[in-house]
């Protein structure tokens, strides 16, 4: 059994029930809001907004991982993330994520108060597995075939569910031999990063498997794989399918839900809880085999 709460230096978050992470993304160009919150006081608006709407953890980054986006450097970085993380750290007791593969912001992104390292690329950049564990923050380490320039160029494997659990397996055990506490480390399979439509559905249906290692982080918010299920040719519709897909990830054992909705996914999640309470208390009783066989499918 994985210890149930996450320490993000001091700031605690207990995986006793499904959490939604709030996405601040203080960039020019992020597939759903680029440009919107760049100046650090909308950004903190947004934060604001965000934990209104009952967001347990809030997640800022300031570059985007867009499939062709552009890489910002680590100063600009730096400018953009450290005032909002210290207005906001000052603020509010929720633990603050930074979303950074850049082993200079980590350290600038702690120190002004972050308490959660969310890397795309798994702390596999220059001295980002040190700068993770000087900090002594908590760390997501997620999965990316290739890079962001071009991960979306033909994206393949032998087995994805397999490769990606190997990949993440050896990323704790990376994590652990740096000095990380494996109590801090959280994985993320990646959706969207080097994965079509079927290797994301796979992964999804096999999500349990990913539970077994860490606590699980997802991030579908608005992303392409919801459009090409719903049809959905604009980022701000994809509300409804983004919350099938995280009710459908929490069933399947995701302790976090990285989020641009906040409001509606805490409720999504909230319904799906509520059910797996009532089933915990009277197992015998509360299912019905339709909800029964979608709670253990696997
Ligand atoms: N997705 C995005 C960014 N960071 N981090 C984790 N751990 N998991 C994810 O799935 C994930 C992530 C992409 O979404 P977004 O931030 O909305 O867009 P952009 O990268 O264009 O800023």
Same mark, same amino acid.
Request: aromatic share 4%.
């Given at each position: 059994?994985?210890?149930?709460?996450?320490?993000?230096?001091?700031?605690?978050?207990?995986?006793?029930?499904?959490?939604?992470?709030?996405?601040?993304?203080?960039?020019?160009?992020? !597939?759903?809001?680029?440009?919107?919150?760049?100046?650090?006081?909308?950004?903190?608006?947004?934060?604001?907004?965000?934990?209104?709407?009952?967001?347990? +953890?809030?997640? +800022?980054?300031?570059?985007?991982?867009?499939?062709?986006?552009?890489?910002?450097?680590?100063?600009?970085?730096?400018?953009?993330?450290?005032?909002?993380?210290?207005?906001?750290?000052?603020?509010?007791?929720?633990?603050?994520?930074?979303?950074?593969?850049?082993?200079?912001?980590?350290?600038?992104?702690?120190?002004?108060?972050?308490?959660?390292?969310?890397?795309?690329?798994?702390?596999?950049?220059?001295? %980002?597995?040190?700068?993770?564990?000087?900090?002594?923050?908590?760390?997501?380490?997620?999965?990316?075939?290739?890079?962001?320039?071009?991960?979306?160029?033909?994206?393949?494997?032998?087995?994805?569910?397999?490769?990606?659990?190997?990949?993440?397996?050896?990323?704790?055990?990376?994590?652990?031999?740096?000095?990380?506490?494996?109590?801090?480390?959280?994985?993320?399979?990646?959706?969207?990063?080097?994965?079509? +439509?079927?290797?994301?559905?796979?992964?999804?249906?096999?999500?349990?498997?990913?539970?077994?290692?860490?606590?699980?982080?997802?991030? !579908?918010?608005?992303?392409?794989?919801?459009?090409?299920?719903?049809?959905?040719?604009?980022?701000?519709?994809?509300?409804?399918?983004?919350?099938?897909?995280?009710?459908?990830?929490?069933?399947?054992?995701?302790?976090?839900?990285?989020?641009?909705?906040? %409001?509606?996914?805490?409720?999504?999640?909230?319904?799906?809880?509520?059910?797996?309470?009532?089933?915990?208390?009277?197992?015998?009783?509360?299912?019905?085999?339709?909800?029964?066989?979608?709670?253990?499918?696997?």
């Amino acid at each position: 059994m994985f210890h149930p709460e996450i320490d993000c230096k001091g700031r605690v978050l207990v995986l006793d029930r499904p959490r939604v992470c709030g996405i601040v993304n203080m960039t020019d160009d992020s !597939f759903s809001d680029g440009g919107r919150y760049v100046e650090p006081s909308r950004a903190i608006e947004h934060a604001r907004r965000l934990l209104d709407e009952g967001a347990d +953890l809030l997640d +800022l980054g300031a570059e985007s991982t867009r499939p062709g986006a552009a890489p910002v450097d680590a100063d600009v970085q730096i400018a953009r993330l450290v005032p909002v993380i210290e207005a906001l750290a000052g603020s509010t007791d929720v633990p603050i994520s930074v979303d950074t593969s850049d082993a200079r912001v980590m350290r600038a992104a702690v120190a002004a108060g972050a308490g959660l390292i969310n890397d795309v690329n798994a702390l596999r950049g220059d001295g %980002a597995l040190e700068a993770a564990a000087d900090t002594g923050a908590a760390v997501c380490v997620m999965h990316m075939l290739g890079e962001p320039r071009t991960m979306q160029d033909a994206p393949s494997y032998d087995d994805v569910v397999g490769d990606v659990h190997r990949f993440l397996t050896d990323r704790l055990f990376a994590c652990q031999l740096a000095g990380i506490d494996r109590k801090l480390i959280l994985v993320d399979p990646g959706f969207g990063f080097g994965k079509t +439509l079927a290797h994301n559905l796979a992964l999804l249906a096999d999500l349990r498997r990913f539970a077994e290692i860490a606590p699980v982080f997802v991030g !579908f918010s608005r992303k392409s794989m919801i459009g090409t299920l719903t049809g959905r040719e604009s980022a701000a519709d994809r509300l409804a399918g983004s919350l099938a897909a995280a009710v459908i990830a929490v069933q399947r054992g995701a302790a976090i839900v990285r989020v641009h909705d906040v %409001a509606a996914t805490r409720d999504a999640v909230a319904v799906v809880h509520g059910l797996a309470e009532a089933i915990r208390a009277n197992p015998r009783r509360s299912t019905t085999p339709s909800v029964a066989s979608l709670w253990d499918d696997d």
